[in-house]
């Protein structure tokens, strides 16, 4: 396969990923302020803003819910942003044509016409359920009409990588508002993860065994540990025995590294250092990353995956 082709497909995962991911965490965030009056909203929408490393507008500068919606789900030139994301995802699917299927491609294809129109035409929650459709299409489509061969492998991947980074975000912005912010059940709601909770737990909720749950069920795939497992086994079935080590081990231990100190740390201390390692995760995520596209991509420049100029 062709690293251009690889490098497409890797990022159709990612970018259709980051759109599911980011309406859901905008949907908890946009729902907190509007059924809780004693939020403090500036504090909340700047504190969401650097979660999710965007620029922070100047200090004197009023940020409520409306602009947040405008930067992170509108803007279809910011590739972080929902509508961003869907319109690189369709332009990598272009770039990929001959390898994806008929029915992914018409997908993303229309989900891309689609997408302004929704954003401007919906109130904000349902332009968020939308979004989460359509990505759940994507999925389907991937799981049902593709062949477990590298294709497969490197939508997984770029994926598996994307979740692990969201999951983590989304529960930043629990561990940085504290009781400001939403509790925990919300988020499991907000990730489709409350009745997989109540059944793993026979109803015995709180939040101790709840924050466990996203960060480490090994059962449910929206969790840190199991996004991050399924990464490792797409990059162990994309490198080759007879490789060596290499720059695919170099992913595998980045990944591996943090995915242990998950699994089989204390689960009240992992909550004592909560922010901190979710960056961890974040930044393991990011040299992940770039290793992949060290060993799978190597170009000379970098390519820009925006824009009809392809």
């Known amino acids: 396969m062709l690293s251009r082709i690889a490098e497409s497909l890797f990022w159709i995962g990612r970018y259709v990923e980051r759109a599911d991911d980011t309406a859901r965490i905008l949907d908890v965030h946009v729902q907190m302020l509007s059924e809780d009056p004693w939020v403090e909203e500036q504090l ?23 602009q947040v919606v405008r930067l ?34 018409e997908c993303l294809n229309t989900t891309h016409n689609e997408v302004s129109t929704m954003a401007l035409s919906l109130i904000p929650h349902d332009f968020f359920a939308w979004v989460r459709q359509r990505a759940a299409v994507v999925a389907g489509l991937m799981d049902s009409a593709t062949s477990r061969d590298a294709t497969w492998h490197f939508m997984i991947l770029g994926r598996s990588i994307e979740r692990a980074d969201m999951t983590a975000r989304l529960v930043t912005t629990q561990a940085r508002l504290g009781p400001a912010g939403p509790g925990w059940s919300t988020l499991l709601r907000s990730c489709g993860a409350h009745e997989a909770f109540l059944r793993a737990y026979r109803g015995r909720a709180d939040d101790e065994r709840a924050a466990g749950f996203l960060l480490r069920d090994r059962l449910f795939p929206r969790s840190i540990v199991a996004a991050l497992t399924q990464a490792d086994a797409a990059l162990r079935d994309l490198e080759p025995a007879e490789a060596g080590r290499g720059a695919g081990d170099e992913a595998r231990r980045e ?29 393991a995520c990011a040299r ?6 060290g ?13 009809e100029a392809l």
């Open 255 to 283: 990944l591996g590294i943090v995915r242990t100190e998950l699994e089989y740390a204390h689960l009240d201390d992992l909550l004592e250092r909560l922010p901190e390692v979710m960056e961890r995760v974040q930044l």
């Open 295 to 307: 060993r799978y991509f190597p170009a000379a420049a970098t390519t820009a995956w925006i824009g």
């Open 72 to 105: 992170l789900a509108r803007d279809r030139t910011n590739p972080s942003s929902i509508a961003g994301s869907l319109v690189s995802a369709r332009e990598n699917a272009r770039r990929a044509r001959e390898i994806v299927s008929i029915e992914l491609w």
């Open 44 to 66: 909340a929408c700047r504190s969401l803003l650097a979660v999710m490393d965007h620029p922070a507008p100047p200090a004197g500068e009023i940020v409520d819910r409306d």
């Open 288 to 293: 992940a990353s770039d290793a992949v596209k």
